[in-house]
């Protein structure tokens, strides 16, 4: 196997010990901080390369969210790493019961191309502080920011405990053979599917941050100028490019007519009367991606937007109106700048057409009545929620993220990255003296001996009080 002596060479350094102190996992954290001062420029040169993205968002999602994640990380590794200790039942009570929070090896991190600098670091700010080793493997699709990612953080990190391997689909493949200690894998369910077959061979712990349809539901009673807004910035943030994006509206015929005056409204004060001109939308990473979102504008009928240009790769910022399930926009998950509108009766309709599909990686719900958003939040499941707005619970470092079901296994993001990368081993340490406690655990046994286990093992369940 081609990568097997590299990943040799990393749990070398992992069972030498050299990660787990913590100055280690500072120094090397703070080397990273330098990679995203240092190279700040170049990270926006290589986005915009890559995929036409405005330095705004570039510097907002590539720069500002991992530095937030890897300062929250430096502030907070010392009190994250002690022992956890826990309660303890009358036989131990002179002993140390705690969880150690130990790493799990070598593992290996696979990014996606919508973020390319944020869905690698992030998860690796979590693995370096957890103790690991690890290998980063960058989206091959995402080319000039691959090549920056290879070239430049060996020149930070400790190249002993971290390395980064280029590959497309077959040498991934081969690199998927090696054993690993936990894989963490951001993109599509159906390569989703492939990681985890692999991870079974080894019995291999895995998160995968997959994607899905996102439905966003807008209630009649809201501020349509403000939903319009959020909806098209979330939308179209990244040229749609994004796994959170919301990928569809549900909302009444009434709404509908309401809304299309206000998103044709919102995007020309984003993006101007030609948003192919302005400096602030985005391109489509690749021609093959292009094709398929194109192919997506059969559905419906296109309200706003539907201008394309394959030399550009653009798309225009798109609404769809009266799609219907059955159409293509509803097959897949969009992962463009294009927004399907589909008509409900009511609340209800709308919850049941969310319920009635695979749980999204993420819910959104508008409405002036927060009963209305609360009910939509407890009657449906998802892998996170965000009532009134769109995108913006990721820039929580304080909220988990990660799918459920169809969008996903597992969770991340600061503190929850580092426990995802790290093993929580059950400890206890006991008394070597005191022997005549045990005895009452020891053969011959006894009715007498289970009656006195049980007064110092069992748990009991706390009365209840009820208020007349």
């Given at each position: 196997n081609p990568y097997a002596g590299l990943v040799n060479h990393l749990r070398a350094a992992w069972l030498s010990g050299k990660t787990r102190p913590m100055e280690y996992r500072i120094a090397q954290l703070e080397a990273l901080g330098r990679f995203l001062d240092e190279k700040k420029q170049d990270i926006l040169e290589a986005t915009a390369l890559d995929m036409g993205k405005p330095s705004f968002e570039a510097y907002f999602t590539e720069i500002l969210l991992c530095k937030n994640e890897l300062n929250n990380t430096l502030n907070n590794l010392s009190h994250w790493m002690k022992d956890e200790h826990v309660d303890k039942n009358l036989v131990t009570q002179l002993d140390s019961a705690f969880i150690r929070k130990d790493p799990y090896g070598v593992v290996l991190i696979i990014a996606p191309w919508n973020y390319p600098i944020h869905l690698f670091l992030v998860p690796l700010i979590g693995a370096i502080a957890a103790g690991n080793c690890v290998v980063v493997k960058p989206s091959e699709t995402a080319k000039s920011t691959e090549r920056l990612v290879a070239e430049m953080l060996s020149c930070y990190l400790d190249n002993d405990c971290f390395a980064v391997v280029t590959a497309g689909v077959q040498e991934t493949t081969r690199l998927l053979e090696n054993k690993f200690d936990y894989i963490f894998f951001t993109g599509i369910s159906s390569v989703g599917r492939i990681i985890m077959t692999a991870a079974a061979k080894h019995l291999t712990p895995v998160t995968l941050e997959l994607g899905g349809k996102n439905p966003c539901y807008v209630s009649d009673t809201c501020d349509v100028q403000n939903v319009a807004r959020r909806v098209a910035w979330g939308r179209f943030f990244n040229a749609g490019q994004t796994c959170i994006a919301p990928d569809y509206v549900l909302c009444s015929v009434e709404m509908q007519e309401k809304l299309m005056p206000a998103l044709r409204e919102a995007i020309t004060e984003f993006f101007g009367s030609n948003p192919q001109e302005s400096p602030d939308f985005g391109r489509i990473v690749g021609d093959k991606q292009f094709r398929r979102i194109r192919a997506l504008l059969c559905s419906g009928r296109v309200a706003i937007g539907g201008q394309t240009d394959e030399k550009e790769r653009y798309v225009a910022p798109t609404v769809l109106a009266d799609v219907l399930p059955s159409d293509p926009a509803m097959q897949e998950e969009i992962f463009g700048p294009i927004l399907p509108i589909v008509v409900v009766a009511n609340m209800d309709e709308a919850i049941d057409f969310i319920n009635a599909r695979p749980q999204p990686l993420v819910v959104y719900a508008f409405s002036c009545d927060s009963k209305v958003v609360t009910q939509v939040l407890e009657r449906t499941s998802s892998g996170g929620f965000c009532g009134n707005d769109t995108l913006m619970?990721?820039?929580?470092?304080?909220?988990?993220?990660?799918?459920?079901?169809?969008?996903?296994?597992?969770?991340?993001?600061?503190?929850f990255?580092?426990?995802?990368?790290?093993?929580?081993?059950?400890?206890?340490?006991?008394?070597?003296?005191?022997?005549?406690?045990?005895?009452?655990?020891?053969?011959?046994?006894?009715?007498?001996?289970?009656?006195?286990?049980t007064a110092t093992f069992e748990i009991k369940r706390k009365g209840m009080c009820t208020l007349l």
């Open positions: 619970h990721v820039t929580l470092t304080s909220l988990p993220f990660g799918g459920i079901g169809n969008s996903g296994l597992g969770k991340y993001h600061s503190k990255t580092f426990d995802t990368f790290t093993h929580h081993r059950a400890c206890l340490h006991r008394n070597m003296g005191l022997e005549a406690l045990n005895s009452l655990r020891y053969p011959p046994y006894s009715q007498q001996k289970l009656g006195l286990l």
